[in-house]
């Protein structure tokens, strides 16, 4: 089962689940996008499930019978979203993820549910000090500054102590900055001012695509530029999240899902900018006023992945953005983003 399965990464989690022939149980309110069509609705594999994961009733039945639970629903955004519902991020997760695990530690005293497997996030080494971040740091690091990273870490903290308690067995696993397509406007977003384009909340990639798209010219970065994130395929990051799904190596342990490759906002909006305006056309970046809570590094150390599972993230962040960037022109003719 996969909560949060009509979201963004949820979406290429249940994609790889069926590809390699598992039948899945989709959970989703449609809380964020509303209604949505995917590729796989009408897959005989794939049964979706359209409620409330807060509802415990609800999810303790549809957890006694399946395997594994992927527990991914999340309010989740970008930065600026981080601000704008800092309350509602903490509050409303919290809610979220007790009502799962309440559930999973029921349907597994029933015998056959294995094994949760939590969603946490690369925002948990927010306020690290140490760069590449490996597992384990995120508990002598001081704690997340945003509301958002502090709750990601109590997932965590949720992991262990129900293995602690109940001996619900789990693996977490930290994602890097997913890139790919499905994001759409949230019904929450509220539209911001960037230089003469206004944006709803989203992503920095398709932040910064859109604004190509839309023609805008000297090009608007948050800050100057010097943040460094590893943009990770969807495609990779759900290819890693399946492969720990019944690895023996993965019980009651975590890992850093994402790519070894690191890009600066400037490095990553000249790429965007050639990609769409060719060669020839000059960049010239402005800074606007960045957030405060925009980490300023974000590198993971994805060695214990490698080791322990054998996964790698291949995909190049150019090879990504051939598939981004058509989709976000589209959607943007749509006005779907």
């Not at 490759?261 to 606007?288: F, N, Q």
Request: with cysteine; proline share 4%; glycine share 8%.
């Amino acid at each position: 089962m996969v909560t949060g399965s009509s979201g963004f990464i949820g979406g290429y989690i249940v994609e790889e689940l069926l590809r390699q022939g598992h039948e899945v149980v989709g959970v989703d309110n449609y809380s964020k996008y509303g209604p949505v069509t995917k590729s796989y609705d009408d897959n005989p594999n794939y049964t979706l499930v359209v409620g409330d994961v807060q509802d415990t009733a609800l999810m303790t039945e549809l957890l006694s019978d399946v395997d594994h639970f992927i527990a991914g629903a999340a309010l989740i955004g970008g930065i600026s979203y981080f601000h704008t519902y800092a309350y509602d991020l903490l509050a409303q997760n919290e809610r979220i993820i007790a009502s799962s695990v309440d559930a999973a530690i029921e349907a597994h005293k029933k015998g056959r549910l294995k094994k949760v497997t939590y969603m946490s996030s690369s925002m948990v080494f927010e306020s690290t000090d140490r760069w590449p971040s490996r597992e384990g740091d995120e508990r002598e690091v001081a704690p997340p500054l945003s509301s958002y990273g502090f709750q990601k870490l109590a997932v965590e903290y949720f992991a262990r102590a129900a293995w602690d308690q109940y001996r619900l067995p789990y693996t977490i696993l930290r994602p890097f900055n997913c890139v790919g397509i499905g994001e759409s406007r949230a019904r929450g977003d509220v539209e911001i001012d960037s230089g003469n384009v206004k944006l709803a909340m989203s992503h920095v990639v398709p932040d910064l695509v859109q604004k190509v798209l839309k023609g805008q010219d000297p090009l608007h970065i948050l800050g100057e530029g010097n943040q460094v994130r590893h943009y990770t395929y969807g495609g990779d990051l759900a290819r890693g999240i399946v492969l720990s799904l019944d690895h023996p190596e993965a019980l009651n342990n975590d890992f850093n899902i994402s790519t070894a490759d690191g890009h600066t906002v400037v490095e990553l909006a000249e790429i965007i900018w050639r990609k769409i305006k060719g060669p020839d056309v000059p960049l010239r970046l402005v800074s606007d006023q960045g957030f405060e809570h925009d980490v300023q590094r974000r590198v993971p150390d994805v060695t214990k992945a490698k080791e322990v599972l054998g996964f790698e993230a291949t995909t190049k962040l150019e090879d990504m953005l051939d598939e981004v960037i058509p989709w976000i022109e589209n959607a943007v003719s749509e006005g779907t983003i």
